[in-house]
């Protein structure tokens, strides 16, 4: 087992990356900005490594300093946690070349499910339930135009590089695909470098189902059950629960069974989650894979009692599968709630405010 890993992250993931890795005896590396110099995770690991800068995009999103810090703290592997760069490929290779393991998925399966237009058409492929819509790039109004007449209102345009809900719009009508196209285009370009949109039908009253996946090297797979992620603000998961009450065990096996397909298409192993918009009919569409670990990832460990960080740090060493699926079970129920500060007298922008008051939540 690896003696040493290197976290690149920071806050609450990088916390319970060590929470694990204490527990399975492993020594952590804890990489910190100037301003995160006495944050808990750095307070919590064995070693840290300053790599300096005082904003995210002058530490934590810079590779080289974080391919640095593994080099000098002689770590085995490194956990990106979610965000920052863990569905980086670039940074997945860095960490290869210099001879350490990258904790999650092959480059390959990062990359192709890292294009929402690619994985589509991989999902369509691999016979997964897919929007109408979406496999093409569109260009321009025009084309915009042309497409939704073979479509039909309502639709969604999205950013190809897309995630946490940027450059996506909703239009009812041709007037209002019209309005937003070119909105949709410039959020996409100033959010991910990117300006290529698709368009695909918007499923009306949707509920929002996730399926957690877990595969090894040696194509093994079992899955944990869905989380349920329908209650929105701007597109943001708001709520997350675990099992969904929507869902039934033939709704469920049949999400799983096209889920655990297109990670086996992309040659997938570690911890993945595969996406899910839900009718009222109860008819399923794939939406996308994150080839990573989820913030809502607890809500899932605490009704199975699977710790998936352990098992994404044992994949990665090379372990197969020991958890089998007839060890897997639900008990009980969980629910994450994310808090979202918005100022009501300016339109709901965000807004930290002034904290008066902060009681912890406590129990098991």
Do not use: W
Not at 74 to 82: L, T
Not at 83 to 106: A, C, H, Q
Not at 168 to 184: C, H, P, V
Not at 209 to 220: A, K, P, S, T
């Amino acid at each position: 087992m690896f003696k040493k890993i290197l976290i690149a992250n920071r806050g609450e993931i990088a916390c319970r990356i060590i929470k694990s890795a204490k527990k399975m005896g492993i020594k952590t590396v804890a990489i910190c900005s100037d301003p995160d110099l006495n944050s808990p995770h750095v307070n919590l690991a064995d070693e840290y490594i300053n790599i300096g800068g005082n904003t995210s995009i002058e530490s934590y999103l810079i590779t080289e300093k974080i391919i640095r810090a593994v080099e000098d703290s002689n770590a085995d592997a490194v956990h990106p946690g979610y965000g920052f760069l863990s569905e980086n490929v670039t940074f997945r290779d860095e960490v290869s070349k210099i001879g350490k393991i990258f904790i999650g998925p092959p480059s390959q399966a990062i990359s192709l499910m890292g294009d929402k237009i690619e994985s589509k058409k991989i999902a369509k492929k691999a016979g997964v339930s897919i929007v109408p819509g979406g496999l093409d790039v569109i260009k321009d109004i025009k084309k915009a135009l042309s497409e939704a007449k073979k479509i039909g209102f309502p639709l969604m345009v999205k950013a190809s590089a897309g995630g946490g809900g940027k450059g996506m719009r909703i239009a009812f009508d041709e007037k209002e695909l019209r309005e937003n196209f070119n909105s949709a285009v410039n959020e996409a370009k100033s959010s991910f470098g990117d300006d290529r949109v698709f368009i695909e039908k918007f499923i009306e009253f949707p509920k929002h189902i996730e399926i957690q996946v877990l595969g090894d090297q040696f194509g093994n797979f079992i899955h944990l059950g869905e989380r349920e992620c329908s209650i929105q603000r701007r597109h943001q998961k708001v709520i997350e629960e675990a099992p969904s009450p929507f869902v039934d065990e033939n709704l469920r096996q049949k999400m799983v069974d096209q889920s655990i397909k297109l990670a086996k298409a992309v040659g997938y192993y570690s911890a993945g989650t595969v996406e899910f918009v839900v009718d009222k009919n109860k008819n399923f569409y794939f939406l996308e894979m994150n080839t990573r670990l989820q913030v809502e990832h607890p809500v899932t460990e605490l009704i199975t009692g699977v710790d998936l960080v352990e098992q994404m740090i044992k994949i990665a060493y090379g372990d197969k599968l020991k958890v089998q699926q007839k060890d897997i079970s639900f008990k009980g129920n969980a629910i994450e709630c994310r808090i979202y500060a918005e100022d009501s007298a300016k339109n709901f922008l965000p807004s930290i405010g002034i904290l008066t008051r902060y009681i912890e939540p406590f129990g098991k």
